[in-house]
């Protein structure tokens, strides 16, 4: 029961202060949702603009490794498009490519030579561009690098562009520069089509091309200013167990985690780097926290004030509406701080509905390129690629991710951009958020790069690289049902005359006009290609039958023949020779069919050239040139395969009884994969048309030289072995300085080498072979006329000749004890040769009889089966 006597509060004053303590609560209540709704979109803000900054670091450190990577390959097409690249067409090239001016942090771009020595196989670096700086490069061995060396295998055994571990850069040692730097690495294989094996690619491979840069430069100038302003960016390589640090914009500093981070993984060359970004402590949002405390400190005033205010109902709604049109004015300003920002930015930057692609934002770049209209098209529209735009429409973003995409604008034209769509939710609602960069004069930069690649640079036509990949085409596409293709094998007759008698750019203008010349005789669907020097290649498809191949070759060999050359008020016509091959049926491979028509060509120039001559496997000159081309072919790698094997026959002095130590003759021969020996006579043929003796020869001469004594079983007292060289191999001005370098190397008494040179060698370059013999028996070497007989046969120019020894052709000394013109031919060589002071040799001694028949005539030493077959050198068996 309430006592009358206590005063109690009016009940106006406790209902105004229940309002007031409702008022209270409820304005609180909404100053914490306004203020996290406020946290929310100022952190939304903020990890949109670092991911863009983010990633539009992440996209250009990528594009500077592409970019390398062109700059590679547009090096490494110079090596495809010539066999023989030099230090000055090397420089010409690194002069027009002006690397540095994209790459102003690039150290060099550098050969490296693969050379097979003793202890192996060495990758030595022997051209370097630029000069300056990098003198400490030039003649570097790879392996002295083992990153550096892991790189370039790497790149040898793939065909594709590797980068190496980080190591520190032999240059900047040598400039006292702190830091590592890595190289880029593609390699360059010798000429054929390319190797598909691992095995194929060691095998051919004959050096490697590298870009070099410092990390902190290559890394540091692909970073805006902006974002190493804002973020501190580290990355690292964490391709093995261990993680390797590549580069730290902020070294030493400690970077406090504030809830945002940015973490992707750059996968390059077989690297993965790891790029990592986080904020500054100085930019980790300070700013944001003190405007979210601002923004609820004004909501608890302003609750309070609405509590205070609950009396005055009149000044509450006035109260209350000033406190509203303050927040909303805070949070457009807010929301024009974040558009203002997003224009600024040299990226497009879109937003649109996830559910129907409506865009409804651009920014300033958007609007520039897209057009004004951008934010009336839907997000699907933008794309030129039916699939992505079938994949928008579908609301799956999963193959948009990253990507490069054509655009189209609103006057409908395009341009190429790197795209990347992420989803996002925004005020509750899904969006899509586009962000892409304008990548169309990277785009252009690839295509001219892909057109050097498959184009000859003076004809403009195709190169033999793509004419072989639209052989292998047409190959593929050869079956039952489908007309038959021709391929002509063109080769220029005598065209060196032109270089020689009007010099090289003669020739060039030639080659460019008569590249005009064939085209116009050539369907629009017909491939026309250069395939080196004087050499040209067509491919005709949708032929009819050979009688219509025949007349296309005969129509571009008459345009040929029918063509005047002027050059400095001088004419001159040039003629053809064209091998022909019937591309109609399946299963032929494409180095089988260019070795038909290249026979086929050689056919043409036998008979007389300026003709056309088809290839036919029933053919017995074709069979046999056939056979020489694969011979070739395998001696072109039967160094490197191990394939030659030396062997020794003994020559002994007579008389026999009289005993004494016998001298060798080297002789060569090949194994077969069975382990068979072949007999020179098989292969020599094919060496010397293809121009392989000379090849071989130095083979000969540095094996036998660097294993001298451990040829025969008599070891380091053997006297003399004899070696055979073929006539390119003398005709070789730089040969001789060889022969007497490797005698010094390998500390070789040249008295024990005596070098064979055939007698039809020596009378074909008679004033050459005398020049060659003097400077080899200037030093003490040896030399004896081989196969004395079987040619000329003339004794008048034995007493020009510098000559030790003589060897009587074996047809004459098989004969001599049946024939008495044999007979009376060994007995004049012997005696011409002993009145000139030369030592006799008989070859081909068969018996016991010729032995004593050329001992009664004076004969020094004789050589034969009878006496002693061919065996292996000692350290060539197994």
Request: hydrophobic residues 45%; proline residues 5%; charged residues 25%.
């Amino acid at each position: 029961m309430v006592d009358p006597a206590i005063p109690q509060p009016p009940r106006w004053h406790l209902a105004a202060w229940l309002w007031s303590l409702l008022a209270l609560l409820l304005g609180l209540l909404l100053s914490l949702a306004a203020h996290e709704q406020q946290m929310r979109r100022l952190q939304a803000e903020r990890t949109l603009i670092r991911n863009e900054m983010a990633s539009k670091a992440y996209v250009s450190l990528q594009g500077r490794l592409h970019a390398a990577e062109s700059l590679l390959r547009a090096a490494q097409s110079l090596f495809l498009s010539s066999e023989e690249v030099d230090a000055g067409e090397y420089a010409g090239f690194y002069a027009n490519m002006r690397p540095r001016e994209q790459f102003p942090g690039l150290l060099a771009l550098a050969y490296a030579q693969r050379e097979q020595r003793p202890d192996g196989e060495h990758y030595v670096t022997r051209w370097v561009e630029p000069e300056p700086g990098n003198e400490r490069v030039v003649g570097l061995d790879v392996g002295m690098q083992p990153r550096n060396l892991a790189g370039l295998l790497a790149s040898r055994d793939d065909d594709l562009a590797t980068l190496s571990a980080p190591f520190h850069l032999a240059q900047l040692a040598e400039a006292g520069m702190t830091g590592e730097g890595v190289t880029l690495r593609l390699p360059i294989y010798g000429p054929g089509p390319p190797p598909r094996t691992v095995e194929e690619r060691r095998a051919r491979v004959r050096g490697s091309i590298a870009v070099s840069f410092r990390l902190d430069d290559l890394i540091g100038n692909a970073l805006p200013d902006q974002l190493t302003r804002h973020l501190s960016v580290r990355v690292s390589d964490i391709t093995g167990p261990d993680a390797l640090p590549l580069f730290d914009s902020t070294p030493g500093l400690l970077v406090p985690p504030d809830g945002y981070r940015y973490e992707s993984k750059l996968t390059y060359g077989g690297r993965v780097w790891n790029v990592v970004m986080q904020p500054l402590p100085h930019r980790t949002g300070a700013g944001a926290g003190g405007w979210g405390r601002a923004t609820l400190l004004a909501g608890v005033v302003a609750s309070i004030l609405l509590a205070l205010l609950a009396y005055s109902v009149a000044s509450t709604r006035q109260r209350a509406l000033a406190l509203g049109w303050r927040m909303s004015r805070r949070y457009r300003e807010s929301e024009e701080r974040f558009r203002a920002l997003n224009e600024l930015l040299p990226a497009l930057v879109l937003l649109a509905e996830a559910a129907g692609g409506a865009v409804t934002y651009a920014n300033q770049a958007s609007r520039d390129r897209l057009g004004r209209h951008a934010t009336e098209r839907q997000l699907p529209e933008l794309f030129e690629d039916p699939e992505l735009r079938a994949q928008l429409q579908q609301d799956d973003t999963r193959g948009c991710s990253r990507v490069d995409a054509l655009l189209r604008n609103d006057e409908g034209g395009a341009f190429w951009a790197s795209v990347a769509i992420s989803r996002i939710r925004l005020n509750g609602r899904d969006k899509l958020l586009m962000v892409a960069s304008d990548i169309s004069e990277q785009r252009q930069l690839t295509e001219l790069l892909s057109h050097q690649a498959s184009h000859d640079a003076l004809t403009e036509l195709y190169n033999r690289r793509e004419f072989e990949r639209r052989l292998h085409d047409t190959l593929a596409a050869t079956g039952a049902g489908t007309p038959p293709a021709v391929l002509l094998y063109i080769d220029l007759d005598q065209f060196k005359l032109i270089n020689d008698t009007s010099g090289h750019l003669a020739g060039d203008q030639l080659l460019a006009q008569l590249a005009i010349v064939m085209r116009k005789q050539l369907g629009g669907t017909d491939v026309l290609a250069r395939l080196g020097g004087d050499e040209f290649g067509v491919l005709a498809t949708n032929v009819a039958d050979r009688d219509e191949a025949e007349r296309i070759a005969e129509r571009v060999r008459r345009c040929i023949d029918g063509y005047i050359f002027i050059w400095e008020q001088r004419s001159c016509t040039i003629s053809a020779s064209i091998g022909g091959v019937m591309i109609d049926r399946p299963g032929i491979l494409v180095k089988d069919l260019l070795a038909q028509a290249d026979t086929a060509c050689y056919m043409a120039k036998e008979l007389g050239r300026n003709r056309v001559h088809f290839f036919s496997e029933r053919d017995d000159e074709t069979v046999r040139r056939h056979g020489e081309m694969e011979w070739a072919n395998r001696l072109r790698w039967a160094v490197d395969e191990h394939r030659l094997v030396l062997t020794y026959q003994e020559i002994w002095p007579l008389p026999l009884a009289a005993g004494g130590e016998p001298d060798v003759e080297l002789l060569l021969r090949f194994r077969e994969e069975s382990g068979q020996l072949v007999a020179p006579g098989v292969f020599m043929p094919a060496a010397e048309r293809y121009g392989l003796m000379p090849v071989v020869d130095r083979w000969v001469i540095e094996t036998t030289l660097a294993n001298f004594d451990r040829l025969h079983p008599s070891g380091g007292a053997l006297r003399m072995v004899a070696i055979n060289l073929s006539g390119a191999s003398v005709e070789d001005e730089a040969l001789a300085g060889l022969i007497i370098g490797l005698l010094r190397r390998y500390r070789v008494e040249p008295s024990r080498v005596c070098f064979e040179i055939t007698e039809t060698v020596a009378v074909r370059n008679l004033s050459q072979v005398v020049r060659f013999m003097e400077q080899l028996r200037a030093v003490g070497c040896r030399i004896a006329l081989d196969d004395f007989g079987a040619g000329m046969s003339s004794f008048t120019y034995l007493k020009n000749l510098p000559l030790d020894i003589i060897k009587i052709d074996g047809s004459f000394v098989r004969d001599m004890l049946t024939d008495p013109v044999s007979h009376l031919m060994v007995r004049a060589v012997t005696d011409i040769g002993h009145r000139l002071g030369l030592e006799v040799v008989a070859e081909w001694v068969a018996d016991a009889e010729t032995v004593q028949a050329l001992a009664a005539l004076g004969v020094n030493r004789v050589q034969g089966f009878s006496l002693h077959r061919p065996e292996p050198a000692l350290f060539q068996r197994d």
